[in-house]
C-alpha cells in the first residue's frame, strides 16, 4: 500500500476539491483493491502556486491506515528534488 500512497494521482477518483491556486485540497480515492479512502493536502505550496507539498491518504472507511508524505523539498523549476521518505 505504500507504494500506492506515494502515487495520489492514481488513486484520486470522482470529485476534487481545488482551492483559489487550483491546488487539490482534497479528494476521494479508492485503492486497487477498492476499498475507499480520502486524499488531504496538508501543505500547499507558496513558491509555485497550485502545488501540493505535503498530504496524507486514509484507506478504509473507518479509516484504518493514514499515510502522510511529509513536506518536500522542491528547486528553482518547481520539481521535487529531495522528497523525504515515507
Known amino acids: 500500500m505504500t507504494v500506492w500512497a506515494k ?14 491556486d487550483q491546488a487539490v485540497t482534497s479528494a476521494a480515492v479508492v ?3 477498492g476499498t475507499p ?4 493536502a496538508t501543505t500547499l505550496s507558496t513558491a509555485f502556486p497550485g502545488g501540493v507539498d505535503g498530504y496524507t491518504i486514509t484507506y478504509g472507511s473507518p479509516v484504518v491506515k493514514t499515510f502522510t ?4 523539498t522542491r528547486n528553482s523549476d ?3 528534488v529531495i522528497p ?3
Not at 502515487?7 to 483559489?20: E, F, Q, V, W
Not at 479512502?37 to 488531504?40: D, R
Open 69 to 72: 508524505q511529509p513536506v518536500i
Open 31 to 33: 485503492w486497487p483493491d
Open 7 to 20: 502515487l495520489p494521482d492514481l488513486l484520486i477518483t470522482g470529485s476534487i476539491k481545488r482551492n483559489a
Open 84 to 86: 523525504p521518505p515515507r
Open 37 to 40: 479512502g480520502t486524499f488531504a
Open 78 to 80: 518547481g520539481a521535487a
